[in-house]
């Protein structure tokens, strides 16, 4: 069994729709989360980081975390065409950035 | 502008031509990474260095090399190439110890290699 496990999709939404993409983990010395977002032919860029259960939301995009449930979720509001990309959940245990693990990606396609 | 670069972006190579593919950044980060991309398997580490002269195995280091003689570059090397190594490679770098700031992984563009 993966440590993190994430739907693939693909996902396809029409434009203005509600996005909502999740991860579940099995490790629950996870504490600190984050959402990846990658773009084609690039490397992947920090979108939202969190580390305490609840929700924390910047502008359109809220990340959700249930640590009793061990699953967190990435919010989309208002999707639009930009948003169009993969979407890589990741966590780490501790301080340190020297381990981050990855979930595998959900590409999502938001349609105009 | 704070960048990790890598070279070169498109790589076809013939099994057992050795190869290195370079990566450098200029933010001062301690920690530096290289994973690959597979379809379905999502970004797998290959190796990481935490400082200069200091490099660890991730999860899949079989058939790579690595080392870290300055602390910007982080070159991937692969010694005798072959066709199950044809992936998408990205190197990554950040600051090591972050609590919890919110600081991530910068990751390069990606370079695409294709083993013959």
């Known amino acids: 069994q993966k440590e993190v496990e994430q739907d693939p999709g693909p996902l396809s939404v029409p434009e203005g729709a509600i996005v909502s993409l999740n991860c579940t983990y099995s490790?629950?010395?996870?504490?600190?989360f984050m959402w990846y977002r990658q773009y084609s032919r690039k490397g992947p860029e920090l979108l939202m980081y969190t580390y305490s259960s609840g929700n924390k939301e910047d502008g359109r995009f809220t990340a959700q975390v249930d640590k009793s449930s061990k699953y967190i979720s990435l919010f989309i509001r208002d999707s639009q065409p930009s948003d169009s990309a993969t979407y890589l959940c990741?966590?780490?245990?501790?301080?340190?950035?020297?381990?981050?693990?990855f979930g595998t990606g959900t590409r999502l396609t938001i349609i105009p | 502008e704070a960048q990790v670069t890598q070279n070169p972006r498109y790589l076809i190579t013939v099994t057992g031509k050795k190869l290195t593919v370079t990566c450098s950044q200029n933010?001062?980060?301690?920690?530096m990474s290289w994973y690959r991309q597979d379809p379905g398997l999502g970004l797998r580490q290959i190796y990481y260095s935490m400082n200069v002269e200091v490099t660890d195995k991730g999860d899949v280091p079989e058939g790579y090399k690595v080392s870290r003689k300055e602390k910007r570059n982080f070159p991937l090397i692969l010694e005798s190439p072959s066709p199950n190594q044809t992936s998408l490679y990205f190197c990554?770098?950040?600051?090591?110890?972050?609590?919890?700031?919110?600081?991530?992984?910068?990751f390069g563009s990606g370079t695409r290699l294709t083993v013959v």
């Open positions: 990554a770098s950040s600051l090591l110890y972050v609590g919890r700031l919110n600081y991530g992984y910068t």
């Open positions: 933010m001062n980060h301690e920690y």
């Open positions: 490790n629950s010395a996870f504490q600190y």
């Open positions: 990741a966590m780490r245990v501790g301080f340190g950035n020297e381990k981050l693990t």
